[in-house]
């Protein structure tokens, strides 16, 4: 979810400079950002096991607190998926004229903008089976896949809301009436229905594929 914070727009006005460290005009600054922004579910994850393992959870109070560390686990969730969608920065990577829409003096960037959606989807599928994990560990409840699968459609829509709708994760927080505004489209919109459901079938195969994939390997 974009539209920075500590906006980028206000640090490259700042540091004109850092703008032209660019991959076909994405600024290297923004993949750093985008990378810190993955990390923070990891850390609010953290977070989260440790205080559940030290307190049990017994009180309302801390049930409270960790439901705040949960919220702001899944606010800043989508950024792992929204990564991959950085791949649409490719567009127009060639001249007009290149036969077959490839030429040699920019091919290495297809390698670069796969490599950086490939961590994308490797932080989606690790990040949501740590929490899916810790959750029925919590819950005591072992239900594999089911709490990926409730999670996966809201993922999809917070990717889509940064991606279309230019929000942050905090906007929600700023401006909520605008927030389920653009929300409400999703579901009353039928382009906007459809890149959502598009979009949640595409992550279901992601995560369910890295279940595969990224398996460890029994010795």
Not at 32 to 37: E, G, K, M, P, Y
Not at 84 to 106: E, M
Not at 154 to 161: D, K, N, W
């Amino acid at each position: 979810m974009r539209n920075y914070f500590l906006s980028l727009d206000n640090i490259y006005d700042h540091y004109p400079a850092l703008s032209n460290i660019a991959i076909n005009d994405y600024q290297l600054l923004t993949v750093v950002w985008n990378i810190f922004l993955v990390l923070l579910p990891l850390v609010f994850y953290i977070f989260l096991k440790s205080y559940w393992r030290r307190t049990g959870l017994v009180r309302f109070s801390q049930r409270a607190a960790a439901a705040v560390l949960f919220i702001f686990w899944l606010l800043f969730f989508p950024n792992t998926a929204y990564i991959i969608t950085d791949v649409r920065h490719l567009l127009n990577y060639c001249p007009p004229d290149s036969p077959n829409q490839v030429c040699s003096a920019n091919a290495w960037m297809i390698i670069i903008f796969f490599t950086y959606a490939s961590f994308g989807w490797v932080s989606f599928y690790y990040l949501l089976k740590l929490m899916s994990n810790l959750a029925d560990e919590m819950f005591n409840r072992p239900s594999p896949g089911l709490f990926a699968a409730l999670l996966i459609p809201l993922t999809s829509l917070g990717v889509l809301i940064g991606l279309l709708n230019r929000f942050n994760s905090w906007d929600i927080f700023l401006f909520p009436l605008w927030f389920l505004r653009v929300f409400s489209l999703y579901f009353s919109n039928l382009n906007y229905f459809m890149d959502w459901l598009i979009f949640t079938f595409f992550l279901y195969l992601l995560y369910f594929a890295g279940d595969v994939i990224f398996r460890p390997v029994k010795k």
